[in-house]
Protein backbone atom coordinates (compact mmCIF):
# COMPACT_ATOMS: atom_id res chain seq x y z
CA UNK A 1 0.00 0.00 0.00
CA UNK A 2 1.37 3.38 -1.11
CA UNK A 3 0.75 4.97 2.36
CA UNK A 4 3.48 2.83 4.15
CA UNK A 5 5.77 3.52 1.80
CA UNK A 6 8.44 5.59 1.51
CA UNK A 7 11.70 7.12 0.26
CA UNK A 8 14.84 8.66 2.38
CA UNK A 9 17.46 10.18 0.45
CA UNK A 10 20.38 11.26 2.69
CA UNK A 11 21.45 8.91 5.63
CA UNK A 12 23.64 11.56 8.10
CA UNK A 13 22.54 10.74 11.44
CA UNK A 14 19.49 12.55 11.24
CA UNK A 15 18.43 10.60 7.52
CA UNK A 16 19.41 6.89 9.53
CA UNK A 17 18.02 8.04 12.40
CA UNK A 18 14.41 9.21 10.10
CA UNK A 19 15.02 5.62 8.32
CA UNK A 20 14.66 3.80 11.40
CA UNK A 21 11.70 5.49 12.73
CA UNK A 22 10.05 4.48 9.72
CA UNK A 23 11.35 0.82 9.77
CA UNK A 24 10.16 0.78 13.61
CA UNK A 25 6.91 1.72 12.27
CA UNK A 26 6.41 -0.99 9.85
CA UNK A 27 7.04 0.80 6.43
CA UNK A 28 8.44 0.07 3.53
CA UNK A 29 11.47 1.97 3.08
CA UNK A 30 13.79 2.44 -0.04
CA UNK A 31 17.15 4.55 0.96
CA UNK A 32 19.75 5.82 -1.63
CA UNK A 33 22.96 7.72 -0.22
CA UNK A 34 26.08 8.45 -2.08
CA UNK A 35 28.51 6.81 -0.06
CA UNK A 36 26.95 3.69 0.00
CA UNK A 37 28.40 1.98 2.94
CA UNK A 38 26.55 4.17 4.97
CA UNK A 39 23.38 2.22 3.84
CA UNK A 40 24.69 -0.52 5.37
CA UNK A 41 23.12 -0.53 8.72
CA UNK A 42 19.57 0.48 7.72
CA UNK A 43 19.72 -2.61 4.95
CA UNK A 44 20.50 -4.79 7.81
CA UNK A 45 16.93 -3.82 9.22
CA UNK A 46 15.12 -4.13 5.90
CA UNK A 47 15.34 -0.98 3.75
CA UNK A 48 16.04 -1.40 0.55
CA UNK A 49 18.73 -0.38 -0.81
CA UNK A 50 18.14 1.54 -4.35
CA UNK A 51 20.73 1.10 -6.81
CA UNK A 52 20.20 4.59 -8.75
CA UNK A 53 18.54 7.81 -7.94
CA UNK A 54 16.21 7.25 -10.23
CA UNK A 55 15.08 3.30 -8.67
CA UNK A 56 14.98 5.65 -5.32
CA UNK A 57 13.06 7.84 -6.57
CA UNK A 58 10.45 5.70 -8.87
CA UNK A 59 9.75 3.75 -5.44
CA UNK A 60 7.18 5.75 -4.07
CA UNK A 61 5.32 9.08 -3.83
CA UNK A 62 6.80 10.81 -1.30
CA UNK A 63 10.36 11.39 -0.97
CA UNK A 64 12.57 12.51 2.22
CA UNK A 65 15.65 13.95 1.25
CA UNK A 66 17.78 14.87 4.49
CA UNK A 67 21.04 16.65 3.31
CA UNK A 68 23.73 18.82 3.97
CA UNK A 69 22.52 21.57 2.08
CA UNK A 70 19.81 22.13 -1.01
CA UNK A 71 22.92 21.79 -3.25
CA UNK A 72 23.30 18.10 -2.40
CA UNK A 73 19.73 17.70 -3.55
CA UNK A 74 20.81 19.65 -6.66
CA UNK A 75 23.59 17.09 -7.15
CA UNK A 76 21.43 14.25 -6.48
CA UNK A 77 18.44 14.91 -8.24
CA UNK A 78 20.47 15.68 -11.61
CA UNK A 79 21.94 12.25 -11.56
CA UNK A 80 18.36 11.00 -12.18
CA UNK A 81 16.27 12.49 -15.63
CA UNK A 82 14.07 15.48 -14.86
CA UNK A 83 10.26 13.47 -15.27
CA UNK A 84 11.63 11.09 -12.79
CA UNK A 85 10.23 13.56 -9.86
CA UNK A 86 7.03 14.15 -11.72
CA UNK A 87 4.21 13.36 -9.54
CA UNK A 88 6.46 13.28 -6.62
CA UNK A 89 6.41 15.26 -3.13
CA UNK A 90 9.78 15.70 -2.11
CA UNK A 91 9.48 16.23 1.68
CA UNK A 92 13.47 18.36 1.84
CA UNK A 93 14.23 18.46 5.12
CA UNK A 94 18.04 19.91 4.73
CA UNK A 95 19.12 23.39 5.89
CA UNK A 96 19.30 26.19 3.18
CA UNK A 97 17.75 29.62 3.36
CA UNK A 98 14.71 30.69 2.45
CA UNK A 99 15.52 31.93 -1.25
CA UNK A 100 17.33 28.69 -2.26
CA UNK A 101 14.55 26.94 -1.00
CA UNK A 102 11.82 28.88 -2.93
CA UNK A 103 14.06 28.36 -5.62
CA UNK A 104 14.44 24.32 -5.62
CA UNK A 105 10.37 24.10 -5.08
CA UNK A 106 9.98 26.87 -8.17
CA UNK A 107 12.10 23.93 -10.03
CA UNK A 108 10.56 21.37 -8.95
CA UNK A 109 6.94 22.47 -9.66
CA UNK A 110 8.22 23.19 -13.22
CA UNK A 111 9.08 19.59 -13.92
CA UNK A 112 4.94 18.18 -12.31
CA UNK A 113 6.41 17.57 -8.27
CA UNK A 114 5.74 19.22 -5.22
CA UNK A 115 8.45 19.79 -2.72
CA UNK A 116 7.42 20.49 1.02
CA UNK A 117 10.38 22.48 3.20
CA UNK A 118 10.92 20.77 6.73
CA UNK A 119 13.08 22.02 9.35
CA UNK A 120 13.23 19.67 11.80
CA UNK A 121 13.51 21.13 16.04
CA UNK A 122 15.31 18.17 17.04
CA UNK A 123 18.64 16.30 17.20
CA UNK A 124 18.65 12.79 15.44
CA UNK A 125 17.67 10.96 18.93
CA UNK A 126 14.61 12.68 19.02
CA UNK A 127 12.99 11.69 15.75
CA UNK A 128 9.74 9.63 16.46
CA UNK A 129 9.79 11.13 20.57
CA UNK A 130 7.01 12.62 21.65
CA UNK A 131 7.03 16.25 21.62
CA UNK A 132 9.29 16.52 18.88
CA UNK A 133 8.48 18.88 16.09
CA UNK A 134 9.38 20.20 12.22
CA UNK A 135 8.26 23.32 10.76
CA UNK A 136 6.64 22.17 7.44
CA UNK A 137 5.88 25.09 4.51
CA UNK A 138 4.12 24.50 1.47
CA UNK A 139 0.49 23.10 0.37
CA UNK A 140 -1.54 22.69 3.36
CA UNK A 141 -3.49 19.70 1.13
CA UNK A 142 -0.37 18.01 0.65
CA UNK A 143 1.04 18.03 4.52
CA UNK A 144 -2.55 17.11 5.36
CA UNK A 145 -2.46 14.28 2.69
CA UNK A 146 0.67 12.90 4.10
CA UNK A 147 0.78 13.85 7.68
CA UNK A 148 0.37 10.24 9.22
CA UNK A 149 3.71 9.53 7.12
CA UNK A 150 5.24 12.70 8.33
CA UNK A 151 4.02 12.21 11.74
CA UNK A 152 6.18 9.24 12.18
CA UNK A 153 8.98 11.23 12.59
CA UNK A 154 8.26 14.29 14.48
CA UNK A 155 5.18 16.36 14.81
CA UNK A 156 3.97 19.31 12.55
CA UNK A 157 4.24 23.01 12.87
CA UNK A 158 2.55 23.95 10.16
CA UNK A 159 3.56 27.44 8.82
CA UNK A 160 2.00 28.17 5.67
CA UNK A 161 1.69 27.66 1.62
CA UNK A 162 5.12 30.26 1.06
CA UNK A 163 7.47 26.95 0.72
CA UNK A 164 10.55 29.41 2.48
CA UNK A 165 8.76 30.05 5.75
CA UNK A 166 9.92 26.99 7.09
CA UNK A 167 13.65 27.56 5.88
CA UNK A 168 12.93 30.83 7.74
CA UNK A 169 11.86 30.02 10.78
CA UNK A 170 14.11 27.11 10.79
CA UNK A 171 17.26 29.73 10.33
CA UNK A 172 16.17 32.36 12.75
CA UNK A 173 16.22 29.21 15.13
CA UNK A 174 19.46 28.82 14.46
CA UNK A 175 20.71 31.87 14.70
CA UNK A 176 19.68 32.30 18.17
CA UNK A 177 21.21 28.62 18.54
CA UNK A 178 24.50 28.56 17.51
CA UNK A 179 25.15 31.86 19.33
CA UNK A 180 23.75 30.74 21.94
CA UNK A 181 25.20 27.57 22.47
CA UNK A 182 28.95 28.98 21.67
CA UNK A 183 28.61 31.62 24.59
CA UNK A 184 28.22 28.38 26.95
CA UNK A 185 31.41 26.71 25.25
CA UNK A 186 32.87 30.16 25.52
CA UNK A 187 32.02 30.60 29.42
CA UNK A 188 33.28 27.29 29.44
CA UNK A 189 36.48 27.70 28.33
CA UNK A 190 36.82 30.84 30.83
CA UNK A 191 35.87 28.26 33.62
CA UNK A 192 37.70 25.54 32.74
CA UNK A 193 40.69 27.71 32.76
CA UNK A 194 40.13 28.67 35.99
CA UNK A 195 39.43 25.06 37.00
CA UNK A 196 36.10 25.07 37.36
CA UNK A 197 34.07 21.73 35.92
CA UNK A 198 31.74 21.56 33.40
CA UNK A 199 29.66 19.83 36.01
CA UNK A 200 30.28 22.51 38.43
CA UNK A 201 29.07 25.16 35.98
CA UNK A 202 26.04 23.35 34.87
CA UNK A 203 23.68 24.83 37.75
CA UNK A 204 24.99 28.56 37.01
CA UNK A 205 24.86 27.92 33.15
CA UNK A 206 21.03 26.71 33.15
CA UNK A 207 20.18 29.67 35.06
CA UNK A 208 21.89 32.41 33.06
CA UNK A 209 20.86 30.75 29.79
CA UNK A 210 17.18 30.84 30.67
CA UNK A 211 16.44 33.81 29.44
CA UNK A 212 11.94 32.87 29.57
CA UNK A 213 12.45 36.26 31.53
CA UNK A 214 13.98 38.51 29.51
CA UNK A 215 12.60 37.60 26.33
CA UNK A 216 9.24 37.86 27.34
CA UNK A 217 9.82 41.85 29.04
CA UNK A 218 11.32 43.13 26.08
CA UNK A 219 9.24 41.79 23.43
CA UNK A 220 5.92 44.40 23.70
CA UNK A 221 8.40 46.79 23.92
CA UNK A 222 10.06 45.88 20.92
CA UNK A 223 6.40 45.76 19.28
CA UNK A 224 5.41 49.25 20.55
CA UNK A 225 9.12 50.92 19.50
CA UNK A 226 10.15 51.33 22.93
CA UNK A 227 13.69 51.46 23.60
CA UNK A 228 13.96 53.12 27.07
CA UNK A 229 16.97 53.13 29.11
CA UNK A 230 14.70 53.15 32.50
CA UNK A 231 15.90 49.17 33.29
CA UNK A 232 19.35 48.37 31.19
CA UNK A 233 21.68 51.27 28.91
CA UNK A 234 23.77 50.54 26.53
CA UNK A 235 26.46 52.43 28.44
CA UNK A 236 25.92 49.67 31.07
CA UNK A 237 26.47 46.77 28.72
CA UNK A 238 29.01 47.92 26.65
CA UNK A 239 30.98 48.98 29.91
CA UNK A 240 30.03 45.00 31.03
CA UNK A 241 31.31 43.52 28.35
CA UNK A 242 34.64 44.87 28.65
CA UNK A 243 35.09 44.05 32.24
CA UNK A 244 34.22 40.46 30.39
CA UNK A 245 36.94 40.70 27.78
CA UNK A 246 39.49 41.91 30.41
CA UNK A 247 38.46 38.25 32.52
CA UNK A 248 38.87 36.40 29.72
CA UNK A 249 42.22 37.99 28.79
CA UNK A 250 42.97 37.34 32.29
CA UNK A 251 42.33 33.64 31.98
CA UNK A 252 44.20 33.19 28.62
CA UNK A 253 41.03 32.44 26.93
CA UNK A 254 40.31 33.26 23.18
CA UNK A 255 37.91 36.87 23.36
CA UNK A 256 36.94 36.86 19.68
CA UNK A 257 33.13 36.15 20.99
CA UNK A 258 32.83 39.01 23.28
CA UNK A 259 35.06 41.34 21.25
CA UNK A 260 32.13 40.40 18.87
CA UNK A 261 29.47 41.40 21.33
CA UNK A 262 31.61 44.37 22.46
CA UNK A 263 31.71 45.69 18.78
CA UNK A 264 27.75 45.43 18.24
CA UNK A 265 27.54 47.74 21.59
CA UNK A 266 30.38 50.10 20.60
CA UNK A 267 28.43 50.39 17.74
CA UNK A 268 25.78 51.54 19.47
CA UNK A 269 27.17 54.00 21.89
CA UNK A 270 28.74 55.74 18.12
CA UNK A 271 25.49 56.54 17.16
CA UNK A 272 24.35 57.91 20.48
CA UNK A 273 22.32 55.33 21.77
CA UNK A 274 24.20 54.84 25.03
CA UNK A 275 20.89 55.99 27.34
CA UNK A 276 18.81 53.43 25.85
CA UNK A 277 17.84 50.46 26.42
CA UNK A 278 19.50 47.09 24.94
CA UNK A 279 17.12 46.33 22.53
CA UNK A 280 17.87 49.44 20.88
CA UNK A 281 20.71 47.88 19.38
CA UNK A 282 18.06 46.70 16.96
CA UNK A 283 18.69 50.07 14.93
CA UNK A 284 22.33 48.63 14.82
CA UNK A 285 21.97 45.33 13.34
CA UNK A 286 18.84 46.66 11.59
CA UNK A 287 21.69 48.80 9.38
CA UNK A 288 19.24 51.78 9.80
P1 LIG B 1 24.89 15.75 7.48
O1 LIG B 1 25.52 17.00 7.03
O2 LIG B 1 25.70 14.75 8.22
O3 LIG B 1 24.14 15.04 6.22
C1 LIG B 1 24.91 14.36 5.43
C2 LIG B 1 24.10 13.77 4.28
O4 LIG B 1 24.16 14.67 3.15
C3 LIG B 1 24.77 12.48 3.90
O5 LIG B 1 23.80 11.62 3.39
C4 LIG B 1 25.75 12.95 2.80
O6 LIG B 1 26.13 11.93 1.95
C5 LIG B 1 24.84 13.95 2.09
N1 LIG B 1 25.57 14.90 1.24
C6 LIG B 1 26.22 16.00 1.63
N2 LIG B 1 26.75 16.62 0.55
C7 LIG B 1 26.40 15.87 -0.53
C8 LIG B 1 26.61 16.00 -1.93
N3 LIG B 1 27.28 17.02 -2.45
N4 LIG B 1 26.08 15.06 -2.74
C9 LIG B 1 25.37 14.04 -2.22
N5 LIG B 1 25.12 13.86 -0.92
C10 LIG B 1 25.64 14.77 -0.08
O7 LIG B 1 23.69 16.16 8.31
P2 LIG B 1 22.65 15.40 9.29
O8 LIG B 1 22.31 14.04 8.86
O9 LIG B 1 23.12 15.62 10.68
O10 LIG B 1 21.44 16.38 9.02
C11 LIG B 1 20.74 16.42 7.78
C12 LIG B 1 20.01 17.75 7.70
O11 LIG B 1 19.18 17.90 8.85
C13 LIG B 1 20.95 18.96 7.67
O12 LIG B 1 20.49 19.88 6.73
C14 LIG B 1 20.88 19.51 9.07
O13 LIG B 1 21.07 20.92 9.12
C15 LIG B 1 19.44 19.15 9.48
N6 LIG B 1 19.31 18.98 10.92
C16 LIG B 1 20.24 18.26 11.61
C17 LIG B 1 20.14 18.14 12.98
C18 LIG B 1 21.16 17.37 13.75
O14 LIG B 1 21.19 17.52 14.99
N7 LIG B 1 21.96 16.53 13.11
C19 LIG B 1 19.03 18.79 13.73
C20 LIG B 1 18.06 19.45 12.90
C21 LIG B 1 18.23 19.54 11.55
P3 LIG B 1 27.45 11.05 2.29
O15 LIG B 1 27.05 10.06 3.35
O16 LIG B 1 27.82 10.45 1.00
O17 LIG B 1 28.51 12.03 2.80
Known amino acids: MSANKVTVIGLGPMGEAMVNAYLDNGYLVTVWNRTRARADAVAARGAIVAPTVEAALSAGELIVLSLTDYAAADAILAQAPPSAVEGKVVVNLSSDTPGTVRAAAARL ?17 GIGTPGASTYYSGPEDVVEKHRATLEVLTGIDYLGEDPGLAALFYQIGMDMFWTGLLSYLHAQAVAEANGISAQRLLPIALKTMDFGYFLEFYAP ?30 SGVDSSLPAAVHGIFARGMEAGLGADSLTSLLKVLRRQ
Not at 109 to 125: D, S, W
Not at 229 to 249: C, F, L, N, W, Y
Request: aromatic residues 0%; hydrophobic residues 35%; proline residues 6%.
Open 109 to 125: AAHGAVQLTGGVQVPPP
Open 221 to 250: RISEGNHEGDVDKISMGEASIRHVIDTVEE
